[in-house]
Nanobody, 117 residues
Framework: QVQLVESGGGSVQAGGSLRLSCVPSGRAFGYYGWFRQAPGKEREFVASDNWSGSSTRYADIVRGRFIISRDNAKRTVYLQMNSLKPEDTGVYYC????????????WGQGTQVTVSS
């Protein structure tokens, strides 16, 4: 019954913004984050954090443009994506793992983000 449901994907022009949301359910996790995968490419880490906001991490390619945040009252994780570039195109996945896991064990279904030039 563990689920992570993403939403908010869509199509935008370069320079635009999108806000992705993720609603985890089933149980609590130590860390939450986002990965993405473009066609023909390996999946890559985007951003992660814990629920207190004390362990924020960003991939270099998105640092300064993307912001990971959460609303504890709504139990929702967000990824605000600004200054989007065509190379940001891909399927974005909400992920979760326990504190002592090395891999993100739980994955959402993914939401498509398309950035046109």
């Amino acid at each position: 019954q563990v689920q992570l449901v993403e939403s908010g994907g869509g199509s935008v022009q370069a320079g635009g913004s999108l806000r992705l949301s993720c609603v985890p359910s089933g149980r609590a996790f130590g860390y939450y984050g986002w990965f993405r995968q473009a066609p023909g490419k390996e999946r890559e880490f985007v951003a992660s954090d814990n629920w207190s906001g004390s362990s924020t991490r960003y991939a270099d390619i998105v640092r300064g443009r993307f912001i990971i945040s959460r609303d504890n009252a709504k139990r929702t994780v967000y990824l605000q994506m600004n200054s989007l570039k065509p190379e940001d195109t891909g399927v974005y996945y909400c992920v979760a793992r326990d504190v002592f896991d090395t891999d993100y064990r739980y994955w959402g279904q993914g939401t498509q983000v398309t950035v046109s030039s």
